[in-house]
């Protein structure tokens, strides 16, 4: 069995966004080597997501405006997490209406993707560094 | 590491459904005839989910009222993706709701489950032919 | 390939909680003797759940809050799967969206963990035994 690992690294500007990352994990699968085995690709941040769906902005959008109905991030003094210090309690919600972590199969040397499957990396507490684990096992 | 792959099928006739596919997930670990590792089982299209709850119809009735008051269908024009021609934004984030996959230890040659847990393939855009991938590694 | 398999059981004497496993996932990965490969630790009953999230308790807290908000225990009455005896349809939703099961990458003999992630098991319907899977595969 060969394994490989890299972390992909985030800043993204705004508090929210969602960021195509499939070429990176694309990359990395190439690089190492594997053709035959599975891929998990995680956010390594508890705010944060790894997702797999359209690459269409008006989706984008439509999962913003309801994921801030299904958690809003105001008032902030809504989650007692908050009393920690932090203003992101929503983010800790939003992420997991969306998940951590996606588990894609390696086929033949290449992400085993249906017609429009893309990975994304969903942020929803931005403005600092912050990274998304690859790692690929097989042969 | 021994790997194996197989796409099931579906054509569900209405836009919603919940289907048992713990048979044939089954199936193909019996083919593989992997005894020790992991199976991945995953919606190969975007609208759709694989997720392990109860073989219970009342169950399977609360899912479709509930994701309906999550992410309702109507009215179509709610969600920006809908403006790309499609009618199926709410489908796109049941699915989130839903999952896109599930993992499933192998020990001693079965799937490994606890006392209810079975495979089920969640249709929210049907009316057309979709798949479910299952890849097997192991030994 | 090597593999490890081993049962996490619990009896949480309320219906629901938040208990922190990862020194238990911790413990089985170095029983295990796998330096590379996945660790897949899945609740084995279908009204619980493995997340990975902050081990702090305002946000748990928050989930708990959250969680009856978007899928209330009461009135039991609301839920068709309550009609076979049962009163939990309310926890198969809550474990919808805090997830089965995470899948967490093994470098070097440890958990590939960002800087606060922690594994917990959620108990939906407590007040009886119940089992979470950890199934490590890898060299």
Known sequence: MRSFRKELWFN???RRA???????????????GIREGMALVNA???????????????????YEAWL????????VAQYK????GEDNGDAHLKRQV????VVVAITNGKL?????EQIFYG???GGRRKRVLVKIIGE
Do not use: Y
């Open 123 to 125: 942020e929803f507490d």
């Open 12 to 14: 993204v500007p705004t």
């Open 81 to 84: 997490h908050n009393r920690t």
């Open 44 to 62: 390594m941040h508890i705010t944060a997501s790894v997702f797999i769906n359209d690459n269409e902005p008006g989706l984008h959008d439509d």
């Open 112 to 116: 085993d993707f249906g017609p429009w």
């Open 98 to 101: 969306m998940g951590r972590e």
């Open 68 to 75: 801030e109905k299904l958690a809003p991030h105001e008032p």
């Open 18 to 32: 969602f960021i195509n990352i499939t070429p990176q994990v694309n990359d990395c699968l190439q690089e190492s």
